[in-house]
């Protein structure tokens, strides 16, 4: 097992373009988290699956984005008409439910919106 | 509001010095505790955690971090500091019917002087 793949590692956009990442987590878990992360802060929960269903969605996931997980496998997250304020490294990581040992984390993607 | 603070966001020791990165939850029930380190353009890696064993813990790369209840507070420490410590850290905690999810500190850089 590789851990956690998190495609693409940059990304470069236009302001008003949509942009998906996707994530790969370690194959046998069954909760994958979401988290933005900019500059000079820590990480900020976005949202979070249990297998398919998508459990929570914080504040911050406004309507123009949007996260699945089909079959409970990998995850997208996508990013319609991006912001400036997009800009950020978006971070996935996965684990067993009730196990806190397991939380493994990406190596992000990095959202430039020019 | 349930946080986690750490003081300052820079600290600058010399090689073969002491770290000491400082951070404290709010909360009355003790969350489950987190260090993560993350290096330039990379994931989070995780350092060590506290989940209501033992206070004094051990983590990876000389890190220890202590648990003391009384003031709230897990800071982490390295006897000696070696150039490679140079990254940012996080503090974390998982508080109690979170549904695993982490929140973060707003970090701490780190660096090391020869």
């Known amino acids: 097992d590789t851990g956690v793949s998190q495609n693409p590692r940059h990304k470069i956009t236009k302001r008003g373009q949509n942009v998906t990442f996707r994530c790969d987590p370690i194959?046998?878990?069954?909760?994958l988290y979401w988290y933005r992360q900019t500059l000079g802060q820590g990480p900020e929960f976005l949202t979070y699956f249990q297998n398919e269903a998508q459990l929570e969605k914080s504040r911050l996931l406004s309507d123009r984005f949007s996260a699945e997980r089909p079959k409970g496998s990998f995850s997208t997250l996508e990013i319609q008409r991006t912001e400036q304020g997009d800009s950020a490294m978006y971070l996935c990581?996965?684990?067993?439910?009730?196990?806190?040992?397991?939380?493994?984390f990406g190596s992000g993607t990095r959202l430039t919106v020019v | 509001a349930q946080s986690v603070t750490q003081l300052g966001s820079h600290v600058s020791v010399s090689e073969g010095a002491l770290v000491l990165l400082r951070c404290n939850y709010s909360?009355?029930?003790?969350?489950?505790l987190f260090w993560y380190v993350q290096y330039p353009n990379q994931g989070l890696q995780l350092l060590l955690k506290y989940t209501s064993a033992a206070t004094l813990v051990k983590g990876i790369n000389g890190f220890e971090a202590e648990f003391k209840k009384s003031e709230t507070s897990f800071h982490l420490t390295k006897p000696s500091a070696h150039m490679s410590d140079a990254a940012e850290y996080f503090c974390a905690v998982i508080y109690p019917g979170a549904n695993s999810k982490l929140t973060f500190g707003k970090g701490i850089t780190l660096s090391v002087r020869p």
């Open positions: 990581a996965s684990s067993l439910v009730g196990e806190l040992y397991g939380y493994t």
């Open positions: 194959s046998e878990h069954n909760r």
């Open positions: 909360s009355s029930v003790p969350p489950y």
